[in-house]
């Protein structure tokens, strides 16, 4: 048997995205974990100007984006949903490149098989 049959279904895929002309990378594109395990998954972008960063989630089958929280400069905040599974870090703030990332632990099957948007802007 192939392990990877055990998992394969549970994928965490990311794509890139474009905001207001703003190129905003997310790493990994796709990753695979088994359920337990831990993720990151990393937004980034070139807009000094852009202290606001939002993370959303894509359940299969389902048309809504559910809100899972934002990072406003070094500020964050989670929806109540999401506080247990889901953590958002990074610091926006300053004159610089943005990077923040989401942390997903203690992936459950199949609630957390999802595609994962972060859209970045000026403010709310």
């Known amino acids: 048997s192939h392990p990877e049959h055990l998992y394969a279904d549970y994928s965490f895929s990311l794509f890139l995205g474009v905001c207001l002309g703003v190129k905003v990378s997310q790493t990994p594109v796709e990753v695979f974990r088994r359920p337990g395990e831990k993720v990151q998954l990393v937004c980034s972008h070139e807009k000094t100007d852009y202290p606001l960063m939002q993370w959303y989630q894509k359940s299969p089958g389902d048309q809504a984006l559910k809100r899972i929280g934002h990072l406003y400069y070094n500020n964050k905040e989670h929806e109540e949903v999401f506080k247990t599974h889901f953590n958002i ?30 859209a970045a802007s000026f403010a709310h």
């Open 89 to 118: 870090s990074g610091d926006l703030s300053g004159e610089k490149a943005k990077s923040a990332s989401l942390f997903i632990v203690d992936l459950k099957a199949p609630e957390h098989s999802a595609v994962y948007y972060c």
